[in-house]
């Protein structure tokens, strides 16, 4: 399992007096990392509510979704998960939160 990172953002100034936006990262493990389970999530998809934003697709933080090559019946790619990623999502419920057409949703996955 990937550390824990923590991202620290600020705006320093640049050579021409320009604001610039870096990002320093940190990483460390935390103590009781092995007395922890990652969560697994179940996605569910309405692909007739689809309208193929690719929002869900681009802000997984786990990449866990990809345009499917098959339409819904107003043409729309809606999303399908990756092959060999089937296990990989953790039900941050993310896609649920950024999808404007609420098309699809996880649950928490048994075992
Ligand atoms: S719940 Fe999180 S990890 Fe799972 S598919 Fe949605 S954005 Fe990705
Ligand atoms: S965010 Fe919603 S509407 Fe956009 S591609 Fe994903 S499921 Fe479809």
Redesign the pocket.
Known sequence: MLPLECMLWSWPIGPAGERVLSMRVFARTPLDLEKMARPR?Q?YLIPERCKGCNL?VE????N??EPSPQTNSKGYHYPQIREGHEGD????????MVCPEFAIF?LEADG
């Open positions: 999530g996605v869900c802000l997984c933080p786990r866990v979704l999502c953790v039900h941050c419920e993310f896609c649920t996880t």
